[in-house]
């Protein structure tokens, strides 16, 4: 059976591909979307296309609404999104990708570190599964991809 996820969650780790590495090493049929993770370019993207800003709440807005342009559709387009929490920084963003899929009926599995799981509980609560890192995700897909 055929899938696609969206990969949503922070960036300043290896997570993504270690989860694209796992899908290619177990030959799954699984095609992986997500948002544009080089942050030089999500972040700059507004003032790019639609001229620069002052104002930083105005460069941020204009490119949060591009990003959702393009993050949105992926989501809509997804079996399954897989959310990943990491511990430096707050990934509102994932939270609301979190919230998006949730509203609109597509699955979601989370990742985070034991620390994060108080305040992450709702989320949590809402997920199917709850891991802790990329191995248990890419064991997830290989179940949920058996014929």
């Known amino acids: 059976m055929a899938y696609t996820i969206y990969l949503s969650g922070e960036t300043h780790t290896d997570w993504r591909d270690q989860i694209i590495q796992g899908i290619e090493n177990n030959d799954l049929d699984i095609e992986v979307l997500g948002p ?11 003032a790019e296309i639609l001229g620069p800003e002052e104002n ?18 992926y989501l809509g387009q997804a079996d399954l999104v ?11 963003e994932a939270a609301f990708d979190a919230g998006l899929a949730i509203g609109m ?15 992450l509980k709702e989320i949590d609560a809402a997920a199917l599964a709850v891991t802790q890192d990329s191995l248990q995700v890419i064991e997830i897909l290989k179940y949920i991809s058996q014929q």
């Open 105 to 119: 009926g597509i699955p979601i599995v989370v990742m985070h570190d034991p620390e994060l799981t108080h305040a």
């Open 36 to 46: 544009i993770t080089d942050l030089n370019i999500s972040e700059n993207i507004g």
């Open 82 to 92: 897989v959310v990943r929490f990491g511990e430096k920084y707050k990934q509102w």
């Open 56 to 73: 930083n709440f105005w460069r941020d807005h204009k490119s949060a609404k591009i990003n959702a342009l393009r993050n949105n559709h």
